[in-house]
């Protein structure tokens, strides 16, 4: 021991543990529309009420992405990513509508061959329900089964006219609301009509509708958004009582001239 030191342990000040700021957290279940098989999309967190916002307000117009495979429960169609947005938050769910559709990029690379013409077509369109949406398409030209010529490339004529047919059929096709046009998108079914009707032009293969996004979306009620749920609202009509009222007759309140 050296001179002019003590004995003494000193205690060394430790650091103040943070508390974990998710315990603080409130779980909400994520709901998706009822066309799907698998309605629970997950769970998501967020703060509690407080500083002048509740948590249904921070939850409001929150963005889910999910796999078509995860919500029909089908690993063929997984390369399809719908999105979600919450429109109306009830108890701890919060129930959501379609907003969005995109192909999965590895999905994009496997379709893009050499020595075929790539042939996309855009379009705006505005559903019945008043939705805006703008449309994606993709297709690629395809080869004869006896061809021995090693490319296939269209004219640029024959490019223009297939965009054409494309861009037509899109606007027909989503003459609807926006339930019937996501079951559309679930089923493939404007893709296969592009096969068909383009077939004359020219032939072509690996068609999809390469992404679909939401541009305006009107005012909807909350009744709305139940019914994609699977809920029923009944509003029940306000009748009055009948009021039965003497009739008054007539002269009865003149005074007889002498």
């Known amino acids: 021991m050296t001179i002019g030191k003590s ?6 000040k430790g650091r103040k543990q943070k508390a974990d ?13 009822n066309i799907f098989r698998e309605t629970q999309i997950g769970k998501t967190c967020v703060n509690p009420t407080g500083g002048g916002k509740t948590s249904e307000q921070q939850l409001d117009k929150r963005m889910f992405e999910v796999s078509l495979g995860d919500l029909n429960k089908d690993e063929r169609k997984s390369y399809m990513q719908f999105k979600f ?3 109306h938050v ?3 769910n919060c129930f959501t509508n379609f907003y969005g559709m995109r192909l999965t990029n590895d999905k994009v690379q496997s379709l893009v061959v050499k020595y075929h013409t790539l042939i996309e077509a855009v379009v705006n369109v505005k559903t019945t329900d008043g939705y805006t949406v703008r449309i994606f398409c993709i297709g690629f030209t395809k080869k004869d089964r006896n061809q021995v010529k090693k490319t296939c490339y269209a004219q640029s004529s024959q490019v223009r006219e297939i965009r054409r047919r494309m861009v037509n059929i899109m606007i027909k096709e989503s003459n609807c609301t926006l339930k019937e046009l996501t079951l559309k998108l679930i089923s493939e079914s404007v893709p296969k009509e592009i096969t068909k009707q383009c077939q004359s032009v020219f032939p072509l ?4 509708l390469r992404k ?9 009620d909350v ?3 139940l019914k994609l749920h699977g809920f029923e609202t009944k509003k029940k009509k306000e009748t009055g009582k009948k009021v039965n009222r003497k009739k008054k007759k007539k002269g009865g309140n003149r005074k007889k001239k002498n």
Do not use: C
């Open 7 to 12: 004995n003494r342990q000193f205690r060394k």
């Open 21 to 33: 700021p998710f315990l603080k957290k409130v779980w909400y279940d994520v709901k998706a529309p």
């Open 85 to 87: 947005r919450v429109e």
């Open 90 to 92: 009830s108890g701890t």
């Open 205 to 208: 293969q690996n068609v999809y």
């Open 212 to 220: 679909m996004k939401v541009l305006k979306t009107p005012k909807v």
């Open 223 to 225: 009744d709305t958004i």
